[in-house]
């Protein structure tokens, strides 16, 4: 069997949830795009602190991202709400994701003359949509179509000795016998293990861009001054027995598995169709790295935790599996997957990986996550330079 | 019979990590490849942490994984607690800037 139930897309996407996204294109609109996600259910809020006052590269990663969630395969439709002319503009927005098929609006609060009027068109335009949404039906869909997104979070030392593993096993699962798509990213998290990395690459100008970008990152992180040690590994890491970022890394790039590596793309840009597996370059920022591989377009992630984490995206499901017995106990309304049995019980690895492949399958075809169902999400831009 | 909570990941790596709670004055067997060595632990060594399990010398490399995670910033025999107090990162160090040592360190 290698369908799933998904909803299908005039962009000829299919998406495994069939959200209304409310964006705000500036801090300016959050406030009225969060009322109006209070008031019309189900409607999904982006809120951000950007979208003006910054430079074209931070402007174009901003809008890229926007545009991701707006036009995400699991986003049905999207009303966009600017406040007034700002840098990103909020009708361009919800006319590029009307260019995909989708239902889309654009509201101004300087146009509407003021958040009240702005707040009644938002919730007309969204509760509209919703309705809409709801009498689609989910259709038989063929498994290739699925991009599987992986990060780690609060990773400790048994993260690369047990559930990054079984997560590798089902992304490459995925991959090899379903014909889908895989994507991964924290680039400072390749620090140590960039070689090796980057000679899983399927030519020489996909080897060169990683390392190209892994040397960068350590340019930028050496230009503030400071030792990434005040920064890397995390507290919580050290916690949990991670010493430096270089041990931090080799943990982390377990959960890539050894497969090849076809592309590595900028923060928040469309993961590519082709099968395969692909890098987005992000930071190790949890909320923002996921917060990009979500406007990438993966359908849904693995978050794989050593200590157990709230992470968590609402457009794009996370699931979060543990082999640390310790944190199944800590958060146990945070962990999807417990597979600590395979590191201090008689389970193997092949037995935790079939353990989070059929939670996926379920998802996929609908079951919610845990942090769908404790309605948590978290959204964060990943920012190259100052503001303006 | 070496101890499964103490694994060493390749059998080049000079750091075992404990998955159990490993105590002072203990004797300890690992597993390194297809040998055995038996380690008299010095510290108390948490679940999740590291421990030496062979002498290894101030400036030497810390190997897991059969790679490089950083240098050893003081003498650490076997037996001791490999952590943050005696190991540090050749990565993004900002702290160096200007030295020649600042070079990024890889494989």
């Known amino acids: 069997m290698s369908e799933f139930l998904g909803y299908e897309r005039d962009d000829g996407s299919i998406g495994i949830r069939n959200h209304t996204v409310i964006v705000s294109t500036a801090p300016y609109a959050n406030d009225t795009v969060k009322r109006a996600a209070d008031i019309v259910d189900d409607a999904v809020p982006i809120t951000h602190p950007l979208g003006r006052c910054q430079t074209k590269p931070d402007v174009f990663q901003t809008y890229r991202t926007l545009l991701g969630y707006a036009t995400h395969p699991n986003t049905y439709g999207a009303v966009v709400v600017a406040h007034a002319g700002e840098i990103v503009d909020g009708d361009e927005l919800a006319g590029d994701v009307a260019e995909t098929g989708r239902p889309s609006a654009s509201i101004n609060i300087h146009e509407e003359k003021g958040v009240m009027n702005a707040l009644d068109a938002t919730v007309d335009a969204a509760r509209e949509m919703v309705q809409d949404a709801s009498a689609q039906r989910r259709v038989p869909a063929d498994m290739s179509n699925l991009t599987f997104g992986i990060n780690c979070a609060t990773s400790d030392t048994t993260s690369g000795l047990c559930q990054h593993k079984a997560t590798a096993g089902a992304v490459w699962r995925l991959i090899d016998e379903h014909g889908g798509r895989g994507c991964f990213a924290e680039t400072p998290e390749f620090f140590g293990g960039e070689t090796e990395l980057s000679e899983r690459a399927v030519n020489d100008e996909v080897r060169q861009e990683i390392l190209d970008r892994v040397g960068n990152w350590d340019k930028r992180l050496q230009a503030t001054g400071y030792d990434v040690r005040g920064a890397q590994p995390t507290p919580d890491n050290m916690d949990g027995g991670l010493t430096t970022i270089e041990e931090k890394s080799l943990g982390a790039l377990v959960k890539s598995g050894d497969g090849p590596i076809q592309d590595i793309v900028d923060y928040g840009a469309k993961i590519p169709d082709q099968s395969g597996m692909y890098i987005m370059d992000t930071p190790g920022h949890g909320a923002e790295s996921v917060t990009g591989i979500g406007a990438g377009g993966a359908h849904f992630m693995v978050i794989s935790t050593g200590q157990g984490h709230t992470l968590s995206n609402a457009v794009m499901p996370t699931l979060k599996i543990t082999g640390n017995p310790h944190s199944a106990e800590r958060v146990p309304e945070q962990t999807d997957v417990d597979v600590s049995e395979a590191l201090v019980g008689d389970e193997t690895i092949e037995w935790a990986t079939d353990e989070l492949w059929d939670e996926v399958i379920d998802i996929v075809n609908g079951k919610v996550t845990l942090s769908e169902a404790m309605g948590e999400s978290q959204f964060a831009i990943h920012r190259i330079g100052p503001s303006t | ?107």
Do not use: C, W
């Open chain 2, 1 to 107: 019979m070496a101890d499964r909570y103490l694994e060493v990941v390749e059998p080049e790596d000079n750091v075992a990590t404990a998955l159990r709670d490993v105590e002072a004055g203990e004797t300890v067997t690992v597993a390194v490849g297809d040998q055995e060595r038996t380690i008299e632990m010095l510290d108390d060594v948490n679940f999740g942490h590291k421990l030496a399990i062979e002498d290894i010398a101030d400036g030497e490399t810390i190997t897991k994984y059969g790679k490089s995670i950083g240098n050893a910033t003081e003498d650490i025999p076997a037996g001791t607690f490999v952590h943050v107090h005696n190991v540090e990162s050749n990565y993004g160090r900002g702290d160096l800037a200007g030295d020649e040592e600042v070079e990024a360190v890889s494989e």
